[in-house]
């Protein structure tokens, strides 16, 4: 079974501009979290979805959002970057919303905000 | 509300010594408890989880947790290093009723030769 994947890998933005980060999840997964990893802050949760509704939201600007489609994909945006929000954004799919199971992550993407 | 603590930043220790990295949570309810590790430019690797079935748990690359409730704590050992070993790790607790995992700041794991 492929793993989760996300796209793309790296990407460089300046200041102002806008941003939209793809997440697949394992087949057959429901559940899609989001989170930024800074070595300033470390792993903080952003927001999860099941079922194409946000379930969850952690402490970050309106500016950060996200969706989850009808194929259990997810994108996450970002708009009006600030160089604060350089950083690894990690996706991680669940096979439901349940608490016990646990969460697989993607490879991440690494965006650079100049 | 959930949270956790790791132990030391940084923590180095030779190719087959015990490896240990301390892990204390913070819960008002029985906690979900799971060990990841994350290689240089990758993302995040599950190693363990802990969901009350058992207080001693195995996970993969020959880790293991004990999940010790008068304590707090969750620490992960593995018995002899490999150089295989050197990541960074992660302890998070999920609270019930939730999907989002609170993690550690991590522990950066050296071993040396």
């Known amino acids: 079974k492929a793993g989760v994947t996300q796209t793309p890998r790296y990407l460089i933005k300046t200041r102002g501009q806008q941003v939209t980060l793809s997440c697949s999840p394992i087949?057959?997964?429901?559940?899609v979290s989001w989170y930024q990893q800074t070595p300033g802050q470390g792993l903080q949760f952003l927001f999860e979805?099941?079922?194409?509704?946000?379930?969850n939201k952690g402490n970050f600007p309106g500016r950060f959002s996200g969706r989850q489609f009808s194929n259990s994909r997810s994108e996450m945006n970002v708009s009006t970057l600030e160089l604060g929000d350089s950083a690894l954004y990690l996706c991680?799919?669940?096979?439901?919303?349940?608490?016990?199971?646990?969460?697989?992550f993607g490879p991440g993407t690494r965006l650079t905000v100049l | 509300a959930q949270s956790v603590t790791q132990l030391g930043s940084h923590v180095s220790v030779s190719e087959g010594a015990l490896v240990l990295l301390r892990c204390n949570y913070s819960?008002?309810?029985?906690?979900?408890l799971f060990w990841y590790v994350q290689y240089p430019n990758q993302g995040l690797q599950l190693l363990l989880k802990?969901?009350?079935?058992?207080?001693l748990v195995k996970g993969i690359n020959g880790f293991e947790a004990e999940f010790k409730k008068s304590e707090t704590s969750f620490h992960l050992t593995k018995p002899s290093a490999h150089m295989s070993d050197a990541a960074e790790y992660f302890c998070?607790?999920?609270?019930?009723?939730?999907?989002?995992?609170?993690f550690g700041q991590g522990t950066r794991l050296t071993i040396n030769p």
């Open positions: 991680a799919s669940s096979l439901t919303a349940a608490d016990y199971n646990e969460q697989f």
């Open positions: 087949s057959g997964h429901r559940s």
């Open positions: 979805y099941f079922s194409e509704t946000q379930r």
């Open positions: 819960s008002s309810v029985p906690p979900y």
């Open positions: 802990y969901t009350s079935a058992a207080t």
């Open positions: 998070a607790v999920k609270g019930q009723g939730a999907q989002k995992l609170v």
